[in-house]
């Protein structure tokens, strides 16, 4: 599977961004959509996932109240709701895709998040 994210940016703190992930080589049906994030000098961390065939979500605890993964089946796109962003968020955030209960396999190349105090 071929993934782009896009959406990524300059916010204030207490802004909100849409990040999208646009998938492309594969049909979606057994796959999980995920979201990661890696800030500066840190290791790059599970943010969301959503599994294509019934929606079934996860959620970091971290990010739970402020953030919402969504799918859009038509246009093969999932996308990540940001609220009440925070400096803490500023990051590079990855969507990937995992086939059933196999690893994260296929990653996409990042957005980048900024967000000001």
């Known amino acids: 599977v071929q993934l782009q994210a896009s959406g990524g940016g300059l916010v204030r703190g207490g802004d909100s961004l849409r990040l999208s992930c646009t998938a492309s080589?594969?049909?979606?049906?057994?796959?999980?959509i995920g979201w990661f994030r890696r800030a500066p000098g840190k290791q790059r961390t599970f943010v969301a996932s959503?599994?294509?065939?019934?929606?079934?979500?996860y959620n970091a605890d971290s990010v739970k109240g402020r953030f919402a993964i969504s799918r859009d089946t038509a246009n093969n796109r999932v996308h990540l709701r940001l609220d009440h962003l925070t400096p803490e968020d500023t990051a590079v955030y990855y969507c990937?895709?995992?086939?059933?209960?196999?690893?994260?396999?296929?990653w996409g190349q990042g957005t980048l998040v900024t967000v000001s105090s």
């Open positions: 990937a895709a995992r086939s059933g209960d196999n690893g994260w396999r296929d």
């Open positions: 080589g594969r049909a979606l049906s057994t796959f999980t």
């Open positions: 959503i599994t294509w065939s019934d929606g079934k979500i």
